[in-house]
């Protein structure tokens, strides 16, 4: 079993739709939660942090659940820019471990 | 700039060659980590490293791969005797504690080509 897991995907979805991803971990030692945006394997780069009272920027919203070892991420309203590949990242003593990654289309 | 600089952005050798890559943290940072994306994977953890010290390398091949972060200097990846299986985007971060709540942020990486 991966040590964190990520929706297959891919997502293909119209502008404007909300769309949800969901990520479970197995080590319940795990300390930190992020989720990143990669475009075209450049760069991961930070969306958010996840925590367990539940976080939200603009359009995104984020949610941590300790006792079922699960971050979600949710995206209303979504736009053509959104289109990415989102990471789901573990962090135990500084080391991050990285989902694979679910791949988001938005279509006009 | 004061991102995480890496370079070179693309670097191609041939088999058998010594591979250098190296990353500056941004500033302020001591902490750095480096990660490998192979073609069609996620990334993987391979180590980290503060000032002089390696704090964790579980993820680095246990041959051929070494790293350090001198005292002066940015942080030096080094595959000796490239293989074709080393072929991949290599990925530094950086941090300013130890905190895990600070996220890490990422260089554009290395691209390396191995022919």
């Known amino acids: 079993r991966k040590e964190v897991e990520q929706d297959p995907g891919p997502f293909n979805v119209p502008e404007g739709a909300t769309v949800a991803f969901n990520c479970t971990y197995s080590n319940s030692a795990s300390q930190s939660f992020f989720w990143y945006r990669q475009d075209c394997r450049k760069e991961p780069k930070l969306l958010m942090s996840v925590y367990s009272s539940g976080n939200e920027d603009g359009r995104f919203t984020a949610q941590l659940n300790r006792a079922s070892q699960y971050i979600s991420l949710l995206i209303r309203d979504s736009k053509l820019s959104d289109s990415a590949t989102y990471l789901c990242?573990?962090?135990?003593?500084?080391?991050?471990?990285f989902g694979d990654g679910t791949t988001l289309t938005v279509k006009p | 700039n004061a991102g995480v600089m890496q370079n070179p952005r693309h670097l191609v050798r041939r088999r058998g060659q010594e591979a250098r890559l190296r990353c500056s943290p941004m500033?302020?940072?001591?902490?750095v980590y480096w990660y490998r994306q192979l073609p069609e994977e996620g990334l993987k953890f391979m180590v980290y490293l503060q000032k002089e010290n390696i704090i964790d390398e579980s993820g680095m091949p246990k041959e051929r791969f070494s790293a350090e972060f001198p005292k002066e200097g940015p942080s030096i990846l080094r595959i000796q005797q490239v293989v074709r299986g080393d072929s991949a985007a290599y990925f530094c971060a950086s941090s300013p504690s130890t905190d895990s709540n600070q996220p890490q942020h990422f260089g554009d990486g290395t691209r390396l080509s191995i022919l």
């Open positions: 990242v573990v962090r135990l003593h500084g080391k991050s471990t």
């Open positions: 500033k302020g940072h001591s902490h």
